[in-house]
């Protein structure tokens, strides 16, 4: 499998990932036990139709997108795995220009978010202004007065 990777701006990466021939043709198996078990195909029972028939029947075009939907998440993990942990990937990508072709493989691009890069600006010798260490008498006594009328029960005696 090639992959191409690199930094986009705004903390975004795009890998392009091409997934050979073989690896792409047992996704295409994969897809055909999945579809061959739905199909009414003449002369055979359900599940037992030949590849080669269910695509002259109803085209290859059948198999390819349960073929892609499978093989793009794994070829992609895959890659992310062959790269190394500077294009981590946050969220779910998104994908572009899936192309196959007969006889070919899978070439698709995926765009993500990656982890922010964190700089510290200077911090030490940063002053902070000192709070009071004391309250003022009258706070204290507001305070105490807020507090009475929130928590008191005002009840009627008879």
């Known amino acids: ?4 990777a690199e930094t986009l701006e705004g903390n975004r990466a795009k ?3 091409e997934v050979p021939h073989e690896d792409f043709e047992l ?6 036990r999945g579809a ?5 195909i003449p002369g055979f029972r359900k599940g037992k139709a030949p590849r080669y028939i269910v695509e002259r029947l ?4 059948i198999l390819l997108e349960d073929a892609v939907k499978e093989a793009v998440p794994e070829a992609f993990s895959q890659a992310l795995a062959e790269v ?4 981590e990937c946050l969220g779910y990508p998104e994908y572009d220009g899936i192309l196959t072709e007969k006889g070919q ?16 600006g200077e911090y030490k010798g940063a002053a902070l202004p000192k709070l009071p260490e004391t309250p003022a ?11 009475r009328d929130r928590y008191a029960r005002i009840e009627t005696v008879d």
């Not at 061959?36 to 009414?40: A, I, R, T």
């Not at 109803?58 to 075009?61: H, K, L, P, V």
Request: aromatic share 10%; hydrophobic share 40%; proline share 2%.
């Open 36 to 40: 061959v078990k739905q199909l009414n």
């Open 84 to 87: 190394g942990d500077q294009y």
């Open 1 to 4: 499998m090639k992959v191409n």
């Open 137 to 147: 008498a009258d706070a204290l006594d507001k305070r105490l007065a807020a507090m």
């Open 105 to 120: 493989g899978l070439t698709f691009t995926a765009t993500y978010d990656l982890r922010p890069e964190v700089r510290l």
């Open 15 to 17: 890998l392009t990932v």
């Open 27 to 32: 996704s295409m198996d994969r897809a055909y």
């Open 58 to 61: 109803y085209g290859r075009e």
